[in-house]
């Protein structure tokens, strides 16, 4: 019987919603908290915290309270990139996930500020002081994401795409900027869910690290084709934007349809990755879902 | 015999002088690794880095490795709120420390990025993988520090201060905006000095806070107090910013001769919480030293 995702994800993104509701602080001062949680709660596809959840169950974790808050600290991580990418210094895009950018909707201070303090709140999630999470589950957790959002992860792709606008790069340099921007993120998660799940031989790490790796790059591809393909109302954002601004994309690189057989190829490459692991069939079905959505998405 | 504080400094400053120039990378990718430099290196008070130092050594550290991490990833913080707050859409200042500031030198985007990098750099300081630090003390120091310049701490004190211009705040408005804005960093500083020192009673840990506290309300009290006596070479910033802009300060609130009243009494009450530690004079005398620095200080 075909595995069913969207009864995998129903309640473990109930769960997310719950816990990023609960998590960010409404009453935060002068309408920080507000700013913070429009950006956060309400509309996002929650790839990142799912992977963390589907990594850590995939490991054999029955309890996810640690990966619970790894999933939801990856989340405002992307969120306030996002928040960030969007302001008129940088992107200067006024819709995103179908509503007001925040600083359209909030100023452009609040905004500077709501995505400082989303960044800081992601590194109080890892670091409960309940006693819930072990000091050194939490220690590792938060050395892979201030690493994986650095300047040597995400920031640092980010940078390199702001200086590559209008420049034509080659696939290799293209590759390292989205192995960065966007790639490092989502190895993040699978990584964290490995951190907060049961342990594993060193051998299943690295499988599930070749998993994440690959997987980003073909969320990247897929990412440049629905920038041409899709409309603005699909995507929730402005489409054509990438195209307009002359940013190099896989598909400017290789073409449309090259592009999706390369999205193909990354997506083969993902799920022989998962069988590497050697891991019960049963326990890797949600990644396998997961990975489909990622390529055969509409937005 | 006077304690020699500038001799005590001499060696601290220059360990963590070397620490951040080793710990900032200058080739991370497209710039970003200059930008974050520029705002970090050659110029800074060190006031943050020291108290981590001089309170780990009050509690009878010997060993500084953790305390020096902790340190400059206080400074991190310290430097990226600075380079965020003199952005357009927020102070819109264009010297720091007598130079340009980052988004005049290197542009907005950048300094945007910039910013959000070292705040993860931050993070990343202090979870190093090398087994130098205990994992234990690594979770703490997280906890404290991204609770202090989260929306409970630095970033909500700057969303207060944001919403406030032209505002008439009461005193206890005012304390509790610059108990968040640049209070939580310093009592942070001591506490991560705490955390990374030999071990000690909670009575001694409260009294420690309770200096930290104190500490960050008079630093802002005599801030403000320069804001309308110093010049902007001797500040290496622009004076009289906050009375152009209409911003409460306590000179404002209490009148120039009253505030400095209350930043002399401030001080005492410092002093006093050190005693209140029970630990040796000469332990405390690094910590006294740096506390009247900080009332006495003409920048």
Chains 1, 2 share one sequence.
Request: net charge negative; aromatic share 4%; proline share 4%.
């Amino acid at each position: 019987m075909a595995f069913d995702l969207q009864g995998w994800m129903q309640p473990h993104l109930l769960q997310i919603e719950q816990a990023l509701t609960e998590w960010v602080d409404p009453k935060a001062p002068a309408g920080l908290g507000e700013a913070m949680r429009y950006a956060v709660l309400d509309g996002g596809k929650r790839l990142r915290p799912l992977l963390v959840l589907a990594t850590a169950e995939a490991t054999g974790a029955h309890t996810l309270d640690a990966a619970l808050r790894a999933a939801c600290a990856l989340e405002l991580i992307h969120a306030y990139s996002l928040v960030h990418d969007d302001m008129p210094c940088m992107d200067n895009d006024v819709l995103r996930r179908g509503k007001p950018t925040v600083h359209v909707q909030f100023g452009q201070a609040q905004a500077l500020l709501a995505g400082d303090a989303l960044q800081a709140l992601s590194f109080e999630l890892l670091t409960p002081q309940d006693g819930s999470v072990p000091p050194a589950v939490q220690a590792t957790c938060v050395g892979l994401l201030a690493r994986a959002s650095g300047y040597w992860g995400m920031a640092g792709g980010q940078a390199i795409d702001l200086a590559s606008v209008g420049e034509r790069l080659t696939e290799a340099q293209l590759r390292q900027m989205h192995r960065l921007k966007t790639g490092a993120l989502l190895l993040c998660s699978v990584q964290m869910g490995v951190a907060c799940g049961d342990a594993v031989s060193d051998s299943i790490r690295l499988a599930f690290e070749r998993f994440g790796e690959v997987l980003g790059l073909a969320f990247q591809v897929v990412d440049d084709i629905l920038d041409v393909t899709a409309d603005s109302t699909t995507l929730g954002k402005t489409a054509g934007k990438d195209a307009a601004a002359d940013k190099p994309t896989y598909v400017a690189l290789m073409g449309l349809q090259a592009a999706q057989r390369y999205a193909d190829q990354l997506t083969q490459e993902a799920m022989q990755a998962l069988g590497d692991t050697g891991l019960p069939p049963e326990r890797l079905a949600a990644l396998q879902g997961l990975a489909s959505m990622v390529v055969n998405r509409n937005r």
